[in-house]
């Protein structure tokens, strides 16, 4: 028998989902880190004596240096690659963090949030490449959606544990115990993670599958040019997810920032019941995120269109998200926090920017795209608290505050149904 015909080839590895599950890891410790401060209000500002249209200026602060770095941090990201910035980005946020436990007053709190937006600002664009070189295009919403449940996961889960720390030993052992655990997984992404084609444990058959299926191996990399900036916004793909993002995050923000204090104020609940309750909405957004990501590479598949399978989930989503409004008008809190896990549901299964821009960034632009995107989606950290914050100081209602939010969700709607066009990759 000739030997060469009995060859079996070799069978791929996974080591794409190790890396998965680092992303995931790093994205819940990251999504934790920034909404400490939602668990904190209560008690910050009875110590520090904070009123409600600052509280907003102190919870949008984040995404004011979060916005602004984001285009340096693509342009970091793509001079410096995934592993040194990932590991720059945790650690720096890390110590940020641990250090809002010893803020003296209102100036040392923002200067902190302004320093942990900027830290944080590479680590989602880190993500975008890390998707598109690890993965093929058929499994990448269902990447996005594993490593995105983080962001709602780590919060739902521990919420109890949060609000009990903060009940038993202050808010500031908060931000000091996640500042160290952070700081503890910087050091292992550094250890462990590699770019495919430095991999010492992924097989040529895992290399070959990714290949086949449209993942992209890092680039030479290009120059920083704001022509580019400009070109890249001047593509309606691009221009029309950020809208679209920008109106998913709003919902996203008011979750992470206000919701404990919609809660607490609005609704009366004690403030250890807010921790329980306060699950349920992100537990919804768990399950959404990992329902939108399953059906929309489901519909990928089926159907050819990557066009069809993305925007069907985040349009449905974000519809879905925009029943947040009816919360203003239901007196049961039951009701209350059954409307909050639709529209918080929904928001989960739309939030597949990622995987859009993923599918359209030019090849030699993915870190720049993603700041971009990015940038323009994070706007919303910056206007939705400081807006809920100016409405609640002057009508001590959260009414206005839902109705931006439920409109936000249809302008999203309309930007991706009618603005992105076709999903391809941008050629350039």
Known sequence: MDSAASVVPARKTSVRYGVLALIATGTMINYLDRSLLS????SMTAELGIGAATMGILFSVFSWSYALAQIPGGIFLDRFGVRVTYFLSVGLWSLFTLLQGFATGLATLLGFRFLLGAAEAPCFPANSRILVSWFPQHERARANSVYTVGMYSGIAFLSPVLFWITATWGWRSLFIIAGAV??????LWYMVYRDPHHSRAANQAELDHITAGGGVAPTERSPFSWKDVGWLLSKRQILGASIGQFATNATLVFFLTWFPT???VERGMPWLKVGWVAVLPFIAAS??????????????KKSG???????LPIVGGLLLSSTIILA???ESDALVVAVMSVAFFGQGMSNLGWTLISDVAPKRL??????VFNFCTNLAGIITPMLIGFIVAATGSFLGGLAFIGVMALLGAVSYTFIVGKVERIEG
């Open 39 to 42: 668990v904190a209000a209560p």
């Open 182 to 187: 952070g700081l503890a997984f910087a050091g």
């Open 262 to 264: 919609y809660l607490a």
């Open 287 to 300: 399950v959404g995120v990992l329902i939108g990501g399953q059906l929309s590479d489901y519909l990928v």
């Open 305 to 311: 269109s990557a066009t069809f399978g993305r925007k």
């Open 328 to 330: 203003a008008f239901i």
């Open 366 to 371: 993915v870190g720049l795209t993603a700041g």
